[in-house]
């Protein structure tokens, strides 16, 4: 058994274990940098989710809706007839800009629910 | 024994007659559906906008037609392309879309009409972490028929 380790005990074993050591050490590794938050958000903006586009037009247009309707509600106890009518106009573009958008999600997603081919 | 072996020959060829005959008798084109009418509701809000639906069964597939009535706008192009008929009911589970601004979440039921299905309806509903829970947008069809 002795006889065995000792064929292990090479003049040259340990130059080579520390050249391998030390190669490892002086080898660049690649940059693994933690990527910005803004990069983040933009490839979530972007990522191929079924109809994720629809879904982000849809919302856009909801909270535009919302914030006509906070509009209109604001302008009811003060204000003039024109202001009036300006604010119920805008609340009323922006339902319908809500009908357009939630069509377009509905019609891109109703092909997905298919248990079947779908026949156009 | 001979005799045994062909009456049961005879029988399962009948058997498979008959299966085949009764496959035949509920396929569409023996049903002689041709289209499906309805009225299409659009609600959002204050928003109501109806339509006078027709669907053509063509070789191609299914071909929708849309009249507004009243005020309704007219519906665009890229809007016809909706599948308010087809050939299965599809899974029912919502879809949850989470976006940076907040989760898009719609439902689409299909209900059986002759050989085909119809939209029943379809509810789109947001919840945004700011502004919470706002009102629905669906789109219905009413009153739907099969024409032969």
Redesign the interface.
């Known amino acids: 058994m002795n006889a065995h380790f000792n064929t292990l005990r090479v003049r040259w074993a340990g130059p080579a274990v520390l050249t391998v050591l030390f190669g490892l050490a002086v080898t660049p590794r690649p940059a693994v940098a933690a990527a910005p938050a803004a990069a983040v958000?933009a490839a979530?903006?972007t990522m191929a989710?079924p109809?994720?586009q629809e879904?982000?037009a849809?919302?856009?247009a909801?909270?535009a809706?919302?914030e006509a309707?906070r509009d209109y509600e604001n302008t009811l106890p003060g204000g003039t007839e024109q202001e009036i009518m300006d604010s119920a106009r805008r609340?009323?573009q922006a339902?319908?800009a809500?009908?357009?958008a939630?069509?377009?999600?509905?019609?891109c997603?109703?092909?997905?629910?298919?248990?079947?081919?779908?026949?156009? | 024994m001979k005799t045994l072996l062909l009456l049961a020959a005879l029988a399962a060829v009948t058997a498979v007659t008959a299966v085949t005959a009764c496959d035949r008798r509920t396929s569409p084109t023996e049903n002689g559906a041709r289209a499906v009418t309805g009225i299409v509701e659009l609600r959002f809000g204050s928003l109501t906008e109806r339509y006078d639906l027709r669907v053509e069964r063509t070789d191609q597939g299914f071909a929708p037609s849309l009249t507004p009535i009243g005020g309704a706008h007219p519906p665009g192009r890229g809007l016809l392309g909706l599948a308010f008929v087809r050939p299965d009911a599809g899974a029912g589970d919502p879809f949850v879309i989470p976006t940076p601004q907040g989760t898009v979440t719609t439902r689409l039921t299909y209900r059986p009409l002759g050989p085909w299905h119809v939209l029943d309806r379809a509810a789109v509903s947001v919840a945004v972490p700011q502004l919470g829970a706002g009102p629905e947008f669906t789109v219905a069809v009413l009153e739907p028929r099969l024409v032969r």
């Open positions: 958000a979530t903006r989710l109809c994720y879904a982000i849809y919302i856009d909801w909270i809706y919302i309707w609340l009323d339902a319908t809500v009908g357009t939630g069509w377009r999600l509905v019609k997603l109703a092909p997905l629910s298919s248990s079947g081919p779908i026949i156009p």
